[in-house]
Nanobody, 122 residues
Framework: QVQLVESGGGSVQAGGSLMLSCAASGDATNWYCMGWFRQAPGKEREGVATIDRSGSTTYVDSVKGRFTISKDNAKSTLYLQMINVKPEDTAMYYC????????????????WGQGTQVIVSL
């Protein structure tokens, strides 16, 4: 069982930046695939970015070049640096994790945080 607690959400103007954090229990970031997902009102949840235990990352096309996923294993904390945000980035952002020795699979995430809201205004 992994507990995940997100923080850092808020309101920001388009073009601005925001840093989301996710504190994971134990040393989960060392061993688990970690990811950020988001869900906007009326839309399905989508995977935003993932990072596997070796540090390899993936991104959905819409955030490439603007968002960066990273982790600090010593702090067991996952991050999502968001720059040049757009109104379409408005959503509830969730941290997620699952155990695997291979590459991350978006459909396989098992543990979820409660989410942190991001609102981007013009």
């Amino acid at each position: 069982q992994v507990q995940l607690v997100e923080s850092g959400g808020g309101s920001v103007q388009a073009g601005g930046s925001l840093m989301l954090s996710c504190a994971a229990s134990g040393d989960a970031t060392n061993w688990y695939c970690m990811g950020w997902f988001r869900q906007a009102p009326g839309k399905e949840r989508e995977g935003v970015a993932t990072i596997d235990r070796s540090g390899s990352t993936t991104y959905v096309d819409s955030v490439k070049g603007r968002f960066t996923i990273s982790k600090d294993n010593a702090k067991s904390t996952l991050y999502l640096q968001m720059i040049n945000v757009k109104p379409e980035d408005t959503a509830m952002y969730y941290c997620a994790a699952y155990w695997t020795t291979g590459a991350c699979a978006t459909s396989a995430f098992r543990y979820w945080g409660q989410g942190t809201q991001v609102i981007v205004s013009l």
